[in-house]
């Protein structure tokens, strides 16, 4: 075979120059940071540290909790830690880099006592690695096709992390992005119940990247033609429409400066059609009405239909968080949309159930093109009162996503809030000084 496309890939990597980005890949592991320590004090969160530990301890402190486990059940549980709310970033290519990448690296570099340029450097091309590779396998055609790009795409984005961390030449790289793509798995079966395995997803990517990388260096040998191999290759086999060349093609960004940072914990998919239901509720409360909602119809793109388009399980946080209906009950009840909004006692109420119940929804080919030539994914929500009113918002995209990001002190306020239930007012903002001002030079053993 000739040269394969993951070396093209990391041949184009070698120009690109992570220094240059750095604020934003500081951000990237704030953010990520935030989520995780927020996980840790979930009482699911509890549930995956007890469950991981049981198979025994290691040396690596899992960030705000008293656990100690090995490199690998670590990225385990921080990766799965920081999906437990989907706050998590995400890239426009359907994947969520952070929750994977940066639990795979940092678990890395601390094992490996390296510092924060360091870390930092991997992170930057642990997730241009995972963006060019879902753009490569047409991310909304494997998406259809029942797969979750998280755990399918980012393990190859973990392992290049790791195998950078670790300073690994070019084939013994190759072999660790062979091997990462032969653990490539993970299907949208959970949203049929409601199941928690698509929080565990990030965290099994994690592992499986940061694993192969350490195989890698010790001569196990990986597939070099795993993307595209005529027997076995991930994009024939899970794709219909694939294009190589994305991996090695000039990005107009970086991947770290194309990351959408959430400011709702739900998917994606829920965020403009609540978005637009927030505002519909709150233009009826400053007009002083007070009508009952009669019925609700969104119009939303076919990916989110995929995603989020059905009512939730009253006894599963994830479900309600795959919901478009819930997301909308929130908004015209006046919720907020945050982490606070899932929990079991919420979920459990009649009331929110009932107005949940009153959502339909459809897609609509005009969200259909702005997704395919625009990346978004907007919403258009009409909301029939009980007094013969009508209202109608169309919101393009939702707070957070690349046409409207969070500015740096909006990304600061949403890591204080995170983390600030953790490690308090004093300790997040002193490691939030730490991640976003700490000299290169600094050893990660320090920061934990």
Known sequence: MTISPLAKMLDQLRSLTPGEYEEATRHCLLDTLGCILYGATLEEGERVLEGIASFGAGSIPLPGSSVRLTPDAAALAMGTLAHLRELDDVHVSIIHPGAVI??????????????????????????????????????????????????????????????????????????????????????????????????????????????????????????????????????????RDWDLTHLWADQVLPAVRDIEFKWYASCKSVHSPQEAATALYQQRMAAGLRGEVQSVKVQINSSAMHMAGRMYDPASITSAQLSIPYGIALALSGRDGSAANYTPELLADEGLYRLASLVTMEVSPVMDELRLKEQTSSANVEVFWQDGTTSREFVKAAKGTIEKPLTGAEILTKFYALAGSNLGEEGSHRLARLITQGERSLPVREIV
């Open 102 to 239: 940066v639990p795979a690296a940092w678990c890395a570099a601390y094992d490996l006592n390296l510092t924060l340029g360091e870390l930092l450097d991997a992170i930057f091309v642990g997730y241009e690695a995972a963006a060019r590779i879902s753009r490569g396998i047409n991310y909304l055609q494997h998406r259809e096709q029942g797969w979750h790009g998280t755990a399918t795409i980012c393990p190859f984005g973990a392992a290049l992390a790791v195998a950078h961390l670790q300073q690994l030449d070019r084939r013994s790289t190759l072999w660790a992005l062979g091997i990462a793509g032969t653990r490539s798995g993970g299907t949208w079966a959970f949203a049929a119940d409601g199941a928690m395995t698509k929080r565990l997803h990030p965290g099994m990517a994690a592992r499986d990247g940061l694993q192969a990388a350490y195989l890698a260096k010790r001569g196990i040998t990986g597939p070099e033609h795993i993307l595209q191999a005529e027997d076995g290759g991930l994009y024939p086999l899970m794709s």
